[in-house]
């Protein structure tokens, strides 16, 4: 299974950006759907969830701020971004499992993962 990630873009801090995530291969109303962002030497770090019962999960680092929804006709998962801080910097991937268990941020909990997209936000 490939998700497919997009959405990343270069913008400046305030500004607003909206990842999508998408797949051909799986129904991700049935899965708990996440974001995670990597900063090169740092851990990977959960952005946002949705599980099978749309229930949504966020980071400390971005409640109030992002906003993760799931369009079960385009089968896609976005993450609305805004307003935009430079610490939103990074690669985002979304990743796919059917039960997270304990802690939706655990990344080694998900099976299946997109390519990733680069979100670079400027001060």
């Known amino acids: 299974v490939q998700l497919v990630d997009s959405g990343g873009d270069s913008g400046p801090s305030g500004g607003s950006l909206r990842l999508s995530c998408t797949t051909s291969t799986i129904t991700l109303e049935y899965y708990a759907v996440s974001w995670f962002r990597h900063v090169p030497g740092r851990e990977r770090e959960g952005v946002s969830c949705i599980d099978s019962t749309a229930k949504t999960y966020y980071g400390d680092s971005v409640k109030g701020r992002f906003n993760m929804y799931l369009d079960h006709e385009k089968n896609t998962a976005y993450l609305q971004m805004t307003p935009l801080k430079p610490e939103d910097t990074g690669i985002y991937y979304c990743?796919?499992?059917?039960?997270?268990?304990?802690?939706?941020?655990?990344?080694?909990?998900?099976?299946?993962w997109g390519q990733g997209t680069r979100v670079a936000v400027s001060s």
């Open positions: 990743a796919a499992v059917g039960e997270f268990g304990r802690n939706w941020a655990d990344s080694e909990a998900y099976d299946f």
